[in-house]
């Protein structure tokens, strides 16, 4: 029995005027579950780097 991997998406890349949106196009593109970083600047610098 082995492993299927799952797909999750980063949804920091998403326009978040339009999240709702982009969450549905990520799920009809195949995501199993959607990735949402939440960063409160005690944890972690607050630095985001984008591709």
Do not use: C, Q
């Amino acid at each position: 029995m082995g492993v299927t991997p799952k797909i999750a998406p980063s949804m920091l890349s998403s326009d978040f005027a339009n999240l709702a949106s982009e969450a549905h196009r990520m799920i009809n593109y195949g995501a199993d579950w959607l990735h949402m970083d939440i960063m409160d600047g005690y944890g972690l610098l607050m630095l985001l780097v984008s591709f």
